[in-house]
């Protein structure tokens, strides 16, 4: 596996000229010239006009059985004056918003344009596992100039997103993502909206060895930030650190950052449904101003009875999605933005708009102290597939941990890291239990689980009191334990990670793997598949 990391778009573009590192044939296209790359740990500077770069357009929503979705490069206007080289679906970030109805029989053609391969992993959908999209497990990736088309059933509703798994903590940062809707055949709200969060690094230093594009694979991204003592530190001061992210300066939604982040318009008494994925490796506080609200969803699954809270926090992990509604009562413009003082916080702001009216009522309030949401006793008991107290065919424990490894930081389940994690064997119908505890001094592990839902049993040893949770991804924080159940209900490899990607590529992988299944995939030996 890759233990990769990829300096993120980092090139900033003005108007009038493109300063780049060595990387930046990255950003090649029509508009530009071509560079030398026999000297790429020269900074070079590539003069572009800015009237003849292409640049991203708006994303889509597309609705229907059948769709194309092509990887491309482009540039994305994050705000203005601010351009970044991106890869795209469909030449927009986040990609088209695919929406289709329960019952439907999905047709995806993936066509790549790009100069690496790409695949597409349906992020929480459980599709077929020959539809999953991880290059050397299920299927090659696909190369340039090749196609490949992607054919499931959408029966189960809910907020679910696409992106690529081939080497995926370089190709989701640059932009390969998109989301995923499977309506209900009756929904009854006014304004429907869906927000992608991510972040990006706007400016940075590298040197490249022989690799001429901006994916970085000659490149260890856990040395990135340590000098030659630190990369000798000792397992407990490695503990207290983990990876840095405060490279990544830049939050967005949708592709856009601050004032440029299209306002969400509504009128008096329109219900209203909000749908926010993180599609980046940070967890954000999200926090709806003005409002009474009901978080309806959880990783697209519904939430019984859910209860009308105010003032709190959703604070979203990597890979996680959570649906909110409100009634529309509070005319004004008001904020749904991320709580928090850092700098790169204060433009993850949406303005929630109403029509008609022009009172600017609101503003931050990063300085007051809100409480966070917790799903441990919301909403009221439905149907729950599990207990505490039931007999399992399985029981499995991970022990999450940051640790030093032959010089290298690595990320490890129970002590080892990928290929080397035990596989979770099962055969079709047994019924898992996984306690996930995390060892690591300040890292999350947002584990997400491919190809089935889990239920959230308990958390530090507090039972779940409210609704069945149903989830494909969970955050576990430093020092935290959380039990969760699954049935294996759907046949196949599936892969089992953190889904802060810079994990998953240093080693937090391992494998549910069916006994009792045979998959007609050989991978080619002669195509570059790296699922993380």
């Known amino acids: 596996m890759e233990k990769s990391m990829l300096v993120k778009r980092f090139i900033v573009i003005s108007s009038f000229a493109i300063f780049a590192t060595g990387c930046a044939n990255a950003i090649k296209n029509n508009a530009m ?33 059948e769709f194309t979705i092509t990887a491309q490069e ?23 918003q695919i929406r289709v109805k329960v019952g439907d029989n999905v047709k995806i053609n993936l066509k790549n344009e790009l100069n690496q391969p790409v695949s597409i992993h349906w992020h929480g959908y459980p599709v077929p596992n020959n539809m999953d999209g ?16 992607y ?106 950052s601050g004032a440029a982040i299209e306002k969400l318009t509504v009128k008096e008494g329109d219900k209203v449904r909000i749908r926010l994925i993180n599609a980046g490796f940070i967890s954000h506080q999200m926090h709806l101003h003005g409002h009474n609200f009901k978080v309806i969803a959880s990783d ?75 799903l441990v006793n919301y909403g009221n008991i439905s149907n729950p597939k599990f207990s505490l107290n039931q007999t399992f065919d399985q029981n499995v424990t991970m022990n999450l941990n940051t640790e030093m490894k032959d010089g290298e930081m690595v990320y490890t389940i129970n002590g080892k890291v990928f290929p080397d994690t035990d596989v979770i064997q099962v055969k079709k119908g047994d019924k898992v239990k996984v306690t996930f505890v995390n060892q690591s001094k300040t890292d999350d592990h947002p584990m997400h689980l491919h190809g089935q839902f889990f239920q959230v049993l308990s958390k530090n040893g507090q039972p779940y009191q409210g609704s069945t949770i149903m989830k494909d991804t969970l955050n576990v924080k430093p020092g935290e334990t959380y039990v969760v159940a699954f049935e294996a209900d759907n046949p196949g490899d599936w892969m089992f990670h953190c889904h802060d990607l810079h994990h998953a590529s240093a080693g937090m992988v391992t494998e549910v793997v069916y006994t009792d299944y045979e998959s007609n995939y050989t991978p080619d030996p002669n195509v570059d598949n790296v699922a993380e």
């Open 74 to 96: 482009s540039n994305l206007e994050v705000s203005k004056g601010k351009v970044l080289p991106v890869w795209t679906f469909n030449n927009s970030v986040p990609g088209p």
């Open 134 to 149: 991880i290059p050397g497990v299920t299927q090659d990736a696909v190369e340039p100039g090749k196609t490949f088309t």
């Open 33 to 65: 010239e071509e560079m030398d790359h026999s000297n790429m740990n020269n900074p070079t500077t590539v003069i572009t006009s800015p009237n003849t770069m292409k640049f991203t357009s708006a994303t889509p929503v597309v609705n229907g059985k």
């Open 151 to 256: 054919v499931f059933k959408a029966n189960v509703p809910g907020t679910y997103w696409y992106h690529s798994h081939q080497d995926s903590v370089n190709q989701v940062d640059k932009g390969l993502y998109g989301s995923l809707v499977v309506e209900e055949l009756k929904d009854d709200y006014d304004r429907d909206y869906t927000l992608m969060l991510d972040e990006w690094m706007s400016s940075g230093d590298m040197s490249m060895g022989d690799s001429d594009s901006m994916d970085m694979k000659d490149m260890n991204h856990n040395e990135m930030n340590m000098s030659d003592s630190d990369k000798n530190m000792d397992e407990d001061t490695l503990n207290m650190g983990g990876h840095d992210m405060s490279m990544y300066d830049l939050y967005t939604v949708n592709g856009k």
């Open 300 to 374: 697209g699954q519904p939430i019984n009875e859910p209860g009308v809270i105010k003032d709190q926090i959703l604070s979203i992990a990597p890979g996680e999605r959570y649906d909110i509604e409100f009634t529309a009562d509070n005319p004004g413009s008001w904020l749904l933005e991320e709580h928090g003082t850092e700098t790169p916080i204060q433009n993850m702001k949406a303005v929630i708009q109403y029509e008609g009216s022009k009172v600017q009522n609101d503003i931050s309030n990063t300085s007051v102290t809100l409480p966070v949401y917790d």
